[in-house]
C-alpha cells in the first residue's frame, strides 16, 4: 500500500471498536478526519506505533471543495488577463470602470481586474469567484426566454441534480423555515424582486445571481401537517450563459451568504 488517499484505507487499519476515545463517535468518522487532516493517525490510541511509523507519512491529504476551487481560479485569471473586456460588455450585461469590468451580482457591484481579482462590498467566497469568472469567460450572452426550468431539465445529468437538492434547495428551504425574515432579507439586501405568485406558491421571488442568469425561488408555507415547499428554477437560457457545474456552485455560494446574514437572528 503506496499511499493512502481515501477514508476505506485508512479505516483498515484502526481497530473499528468505535471506542470514542479520539473524540469522534466511529472509527470511520475518524477515518474521514484523518483524509482531511483534521486529525492524525496516532491520535487512535489503539494504534500501535509501527503503524503509525509505517503509513503516517502514506497519507494523501484530501484537498476540501474550496481548495478545489481555488486550484481552479489560477488557470480562468490567465484568461481573464487576455480577455479584451470592452468587447464583451454587451455580452456580459457589464460595464467598464476605467480598465476594469464591472458586474452586478444580487444588486451588488463586482469589479474585476485585468489579473481576474475581484473586489465587492459584499462578502466574496470562492464559491462565487470562480462561476463569475466563467461567465466572464464563455458565457454565450443569450437573453432570457421567460422560460422557468428546475435544475435537472438544465442538468440532464443526475449526479449534478442530487448535488444541487442536498447543497442548496434543502438547506435553504430549511433556513428559510427557521428564519421566515430571510424572504424579505432577500429583497432588501439582495435586490430580489417579488412576482406573482408562480408553480402554485405563497411566495416567489426572482434574483439575478449573475446579469443574465435569473434564478426564481418558489416558497410555500407550511400548515397544519402539511410541510413547507422550496423549489428553485432557472430561466431555461441559463445553460448557454453557464456551465452547469458553475450554476451548482454560485448556489451554493448565494446559499453562503443567506446563512451569514441570518445566522445573526436565528437562535442555536
Not at 470514542?20 to 492524525?40: D, H, P, S
Not at 431555461?236 to 455560494?253: F, Q
Amino acid at each position: 500500500m503506496s499511499e493512502l488517499n481515501n477514508p476505506l484505507e485508512i479505516y483498515k487499519l484502526l481497530p473499528k471498536s468505535n471506542c470514542k476515545q479520539c473524540g469522534l463517535a466511529t472509527c470511520m468518522a475518524f477515518a474521514a478526519e484523518v483524509i482531511k487532516g483534521q486529525k492524525r493517525l496516532e491520535e487512535c490510541p489503539h494504534l500501535e506505533s509501527n503503524v503509525v511509523e509505517e503509513y503516517g507519512g502514506k497519507i494523501i491529504k484530501k484537498a476540501t471543495p474550496e481548495e478545489q476551487l481555488t486550484q481552479l481560479l489560477v488557470p480562468l485569471k490567465k484568461e481573464i488577463a487576455i480577455m479584451n473586456f470592452s468587447a464583451s460588455l454587451n455580452r456580459l450585461g457589464a460595464r467598464l470602470e476605467g480598465d476594469k469590468l464591472v458586474i452586478k451580482s444580487l444588486g451588488k457591484d463586482f469589479t474585476v481586474d485585468i489579473e481576474g481579482n475581484l473586489v465587492s462590498n459584499c462578502h466574496i467566497n470562492v464559491w462565487v469567484t470562480v462561476p463569475l469568472l466563467n461567465y466572464i469567460l464563455y458565457s454565450a450572452g443569450d437573453d432570457c426566454s421567460g422560460n422557468w426550468v428546475p435544475f435537472r431539465e438544465l442538468s440532464k445529468d443526475t449526479v449534478w441534480d442530487a448535488f444541487f437538492i442536498q447543497r442548496f434547495e434543502k438547506p435553504l428551504k430549511q433556513l428559510t423555515d427557521a428564519y421566515p425574515e430571510l424572504i424579505e432579507d432577500i429583497i432588501c439586501i439582495f435586490s430580489g424582486k417579488p412576482i406573482k405568485n408562480s408553480f402554485s406558491s405563497d411566495i416567489s421571488l426572482v434574483l439575478h445571481p449573475l446579469p443574465k442568469l435569473p434564478m426564481l425561488i418558489c416558497y410555500t408555507k407550511p400548515e397544519g401537517d402539511i410541510e413547507s415547499k422550496l423549489n428553485v428554477f432557472f430561466d431555461s437560457s441559463a445553460k448557454e450563459n453557464l456551465n452547469i457545474d458553475s450554476i451548482y456552485r454560485i448556489s451554493v455560494g448565494l446559499l453562503m451568504m443567506f446563512q451569514k446574514i441570518s445566522s445573526r437572528h436565528i437562535k442555536p
